[in-house]
């Protein structure tokens, strides 16, 4: 390759008269791609030169993208890893140096366009040479080649990000390609749906070209779907190599041995078995055939069945995908989408309300059921309550719905508010006498108290993390993230970020829960996702069933009927699962935000500690105070302990004493104990008030408070204290001088 020359102002614009005027070879994309196109090695596996004989079915699609041809709007609904994206990454150098004109690339977000512009694009300018021989004077020369904009003769290419409208208001193109559409919002501003202004940005050229590109989603939501079936519908027919017959290839008929070693596709014609090595020669043959040649805009659906081997996953890559993935709805939805490039179909509306209560499994509301290893809250604000429920995590993406109340009173006044801090900051015991603490909480801002959720949220005596969340109807594509942060003041000073609110992808989580709720159906009650207690009541049922999903406004709505009115139930298991998502929380996740089985193994090891709970921490003899533990106590620093009191000469015993010392003497081991027994303690006095919710906040009336400090002081008196003394190696005088000192329960 020899290198471009500096070109200076003067030769950029002769280059570009001569480009201008020199007779238009009639050239196809396919064409240009195969004379011109190197693919680097950071955006594909097979760098080197482009062959579109490499992927035969490409060469249709971009010849139709081709300047000559008569096709003016071309519609992918694929799979993801077939190709697509570099062929379109063709048609624009194609019209960077074969036919310029203004040109824009329309992506879903800001932050996609900047990463498909360093992957995809840079290397286009960069290591395809002609390209880069026009690209590079502009380059060296000025800031045309910015973010949003590449400036080259005869033309301009504008790169814009969905969710800004102003990025493409205005501008009029005659090329325009939008990947990833049904990533796109469903409304882009006030000017609505980003196909109709894509149109709207071509309408002045009538020889204009659109592409629009993506996997599909959700059936009906799903604005590839919608676009492809407005189309011709072209499926790709390869002829069968026994009989001749030309076939749609269809995962339905994809085989394979049980031990997965191999994969196969039957003919459907005639039953023959067409092998993986086949395919070269089945693609190369393949031709697109139109379900509705009478459409005039060109429609493609490609899956990666037909990916070239190499390029994509194979047949057996996709059986063994297939077989990890198929039990569970969120993880074969992606599949469906991405590698099948077929829409999802929405099962919300088959549920029903009493064949949820029926699913009751015999654990009493408010207790946590064993496997229960982590829990969360969502609370919803309404104007004289809080409805607040409480969602359990386990192994295997299991769920558990824990507790459902209201909590009453004015939410104006403070009384309601120090309630649910005293809720929140009281530690639960499991079923195997472990205390536990919620591990985050969220709570709605927008509904009908957001004031007084923002003071509550930036309390400093919460012990727990809360968020303040609101809910957000685009199509996010996540459960939670941040939208915005507001200064606060703590004792005087002003917090920057003090305050800030998250976004919950609501339409995200409600696809999450309804369908495991409508694949529970088929489940066993082992393996449901979500469980629930005894004594939930057909207002929470039909509360979570309050909304269906309603293909024609792409969003959940309302279900008709009186006895859906109430949503709480719904809005709080979602909040309860956002937060549980949240980066600071990350359920289930390891470091690098992926699924961890390693993390609820830990957890459990902590939390359902096997063997007699005797032997693994404390023992609390006077009656109720059963069984308690606690994970903490595990981080209790003892080889800090340690290392600080090791001195030389000492015997082992010596040093064994003077660190235990220091441990009981620690903050974190008595406010841990301290905890603990306020956690049990509340435990009791809630049993004893015949399982109605009192909690002990810090304006308890003076009886309760005696009998608590009794209570605590008891537990010092018993076994307990023997048992730290022994452990210790102290003399009880020590242990009482400690409680003494730390005032507990005083
Ligand atoms: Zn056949």
Not at 23 to 52: F, M, N
Not at 125 to 131: A, F, G, R, S, Y
Not at 292 to 312: K, Q
Request: overall charge positive; glycine content about 8%.
């Amino acid at each position: 390759m020899n290198a471009p020359l500096p070109l200076s102002a003067r030769s950029v614009m002769a280059d570009a008269v001569a480009r201008a005027v020199r007779p238009r070879e009639r050239l196809l994309v396919s064409q240009w791609a195969d004379r011109h196109r190197i693919l680097s090695s950071k955006q594909s596996g097979e760098a080197g030169k482009w062959r579109t004989s490499r992927n035969p079915m490409l060469r249709e699609i971009m010849d139709a993208l081709s300047v000559h041809s008569p096709v003016r709007e071309v519609v992918v609904m694929k799979s993801s890893q077939v190709g697509v994206t570099e062929m379109s990454v063709n048609w624009l150098g194609y019209i960077i140096e074969h036919a310029p004109s203004a040109a824009m690339v329309l992506m879903p977000t800001i932050e996609a366009r900047d990463t498909w512009k360093a992957q995809k694009l840079n290397p286009l300018m960069l290591e395809t040479p002609c390209v880069h021989d026009i690209l590079g004077g502009i380059r060296s020369r000025d800031a045309a080649n910015s973010k949003d904009m590449i400036d080259f003769p005869g033309g301009i290419l504008f790169l814009a990000g969905g969710n800004s409208p102003n990025s493409y208001a205005q501008k009029s193109v005659r090329f325009l390609m939008l990947d990833d559409l049904d990533r796109f919002p469903h409304r882009v501003g006030d000017e609505g749906d980003p196909v109709g202004l894509a149109r709207g940005r071509v309408k002045a050229f009538p020889r204009h070209k659109l592409l629009f590109a993506s996997t599909p989603t959700i059936k009906g939501a799903s604005l590839i779907e919608r676009e492809y079936e407005a189309s011709d519908q072209r499926r790709y027919h390869v002829p069968c190599p026994h009989c001749g017959e030309l076939l749609v290839l269809d995962w339905k008929h994809v085989q394979a041995n049980p031990q997965l070693t191999e994969a196969w596709y039957v003919c459907t014609e005639c039953s023959a078995t067409i092998h993986e090595h086949d395919k070269p020669k089945l693609l190369a043959a393949g031709v697109w055939i139109a379900a509705h040649p009478e459409c005039e805009r060109r429609g493609y659906h490609i899956s990666a069945l037909y990916a070239p081997i190499g390029l994509g996953p194979s047949w057996l890559d996709l059986v063994r995908e297939f077989r990890s993935v198929c039990k569970d709805p969120t993880t074969l939805k992606p599949f469906i989408n991405g590698h099948l490039g077929e829409s999802w179909e929405d099962q919300t509306d088959k549920l029903k309300a009493n064949e949820l209560a029926k699913r009751a499994e015999p654990y009493e509301l408010g207790t946590i059921p064993p496997g229960c290893l982590a829990l969360t809250v969502g609370i919803d604000t309404q104007d004289s309550w809080l409805a607040v429920q409480v969602l359990g995590w386990g192994a295997d993406g299991k769920h558990w719905v824990q507790n459902w109340f209201e909590m009453q009173g004015e939410t104006t006044s403070l009384q309601v508010w120090d309630e649910l801090e005293a809720f929140l900051n009281a530690p639960l015991v499991n079923s195997y006498g472990v205390a536990m603490k919620y591990r985050a909480v969220g709570i709605d801002s927008r509904g009908h108290r957001t004031e007084q959720v923002k003071n509550f949220v930036i309390r400093t005596t919460l012990a727990i993390p809360v968020y303040s969340l609101q809910g957000s109807t685009s199509r996010m594509g996540r459960a939670i993230a941040q939208t915005g942060s507001y200064p606060t003041k703590y004792r005087g000073q002003i917090v920057k970020k003090g305050y800030c609110v998250w976004n919950v992808g609501t339409e995200h989580c409600k696809d999450f829960i309804y369908a495991h709720l409508a694949a529970d159906s088929e489940r066993s009650e082992a393996v449901r996702a979500f469980h629930f207690p005894q004594g939930l009541g057909d207002e929470y049922f039909n509360g979570l069933l309050s909304e269906t999903y309603d293909p024609e406004k792409k969003r959940y709505i309302q279900r008709l009927g009186a006895k859906y009115k109430r949503n709480e139930p719904l809005d709080t298991v979602v909040y309860a699962w956002a937060v549980g998502q949240h980066r600071e929380v990350n359920i289930g996740r390891g470091r690098t935000g992926r699924p961890d089985p390693a993390y609820w193994q830990r957890l459990e090891k902590l939390l359902e500690p096997e063997g007699s709970i005797q032997d693994s921490g404390f023992r609390i003899q006077d009656s109720g105070f059963r069984k308690i533990n606690h994970p903490s106590l595990c981080r209790i620093p003892i080889r800090a302990a340690v290392r600080a009191s090791f001195k030389k000469g000492d015997s082992m015993s010596d040093i064994v004493r003077r660190a235990a010392r220091r441990l009981v003497r620690s903050q974190a081991f008595l406010d841990t104990f301290t905890e603990l027994v306020a956690a049990e303690l509340e435990r009791q006095l809630r049993v004893e008030a015949g399982g109605e919710h009192i909690y002990i906040s810090k304006t308890t009336c003076m009886k309760e408070r005696a009998e608590r400090d009794m209570l605590i002081r008891n537990c010092f008196t018993g076994h307990n204290v023997k048992f730290l003394s022994q452990k210790f190696g102290l003399t009880t005088q020590h242990i009482y001088r400690i409680v003494k000192k730390r005032n507990i329960g005083g």
